[in-house]
T-cell receptor
Framework: EAQVTQNPRYLITVTGKKLTVTCSQNMNHEYMSWYRQDPGLGLRQIYYSMNVEVTDKGDVPEGYKVSRKEKRNFPLILESPSPNQTSLYFC?????????????FGPGTRLTVL | QQQVKQSPQSLIVQKGGISIINCAYENTAFDYFPWYQQFPGKGPALLIAIRPDVSEKKEGRFTISFNKSAKQFSLHIMDSQPGDSATYFCAALDTGGFKTIFGAGTRLFVKA
């Protein structure tokens, strides 16, 4: 089944404890992206990747890191999480952005930072 | 500040009625405007999208109306059904397509 998977789905952690949220797609998509969703703010783009080893900042990159070593995986790293990073996170992928191909979203990761 | 402004925040419609959600943008470099539907506990899913050289696009009960001069676009859901109850997001893509800006979302409830 074609899909975007994220792990974990739920995570409660404490301030400053490094964490990684994994994202994987099995559709051979070139483009991948991370968003956070907060009430009243919609989704905001954190980072995106146009292809392997090519990443760039979205609108809210502060406090996050990403890497794209393989085409299928695009992990989101929080080196020192803070309470303002408590949010619902979505990974998405599409074959190409140049052609405006459909973005497919994962099921989301709900993160709470205490 | 929100580059794509969406209204209303919430909407209650009777079954069979028309649901209308509006969005406005400022950046004239945006060149693609998708709408997403999100059910509780799920990720957003593409519903319908339009390019600015088209004034209207219809897919089944869903229609996007686009006014380039006013920098506004709207989603119309005809014959609204309880199964349409979800959160709807408008969005805009910049030239190149790598950045997506979302509206704040509209929570739609269709009463049976």
């Amino acid at each position: 089944e074609a899909q975007v998977t994220q792990n974990p789905r739920y995570l409660i952690t404490v301030t400053g404890k490094k964490l990684t949220v994994t994202c994987s797609q099995n559709m051979n998509h070139e483009y991948m992206s991370w968003y956070r969703q907060d009430p009243g703010l919609g989704l905001r783009q954190i980072y995106y990747s146009m292809n392997v080893e090519v990443t760039d900042k979205g609108d809210v990159p502060e406090g996050y890191k990403v890497s794209r070593k393989e085409k299928r995986n695009f992990p989101l790293i929080l080196e020192s999480p803070s309470p303002n990073q408590t949010s619902l996170y979505f990974c998405a992928s599409s074959f190409s952005r140049v052609e405006r191909d459909e973005q497919f979203f994962g099921p989301g990761t709900r993160l709470t930072v205490l | 500040q929100q580059q794509v402004k969406q209204s209303p925040q919430s909407l209650i419609v009777q079954k069979g009625g028309i649901s209308i959600i509006n969005c406005a943008y400022e950046n004239t470099a945006f060149d693609y405007f998708p709408w997403y539907q999100q059910f509780p506990g799920k990720g957003p899913a593409l519903l319908i999208a339009i390019r600015p050289d088209v004034s209207e696009k219809k897919e089944g009960r869903f229609t996007i109306s686009f006014n380039k001069s006013a920098k506004q676009f709207s989603l119309h859901i005809m014959d609204s059904q309880p199964g349409d109850s979800a959160t709807y997001f408008c969005a805009a893509l910049d030239t190149g397509g790598f950045k997506t800006i979302f509206g704040a979302g509209t929570r739609l409830f269709v009463k049976a």
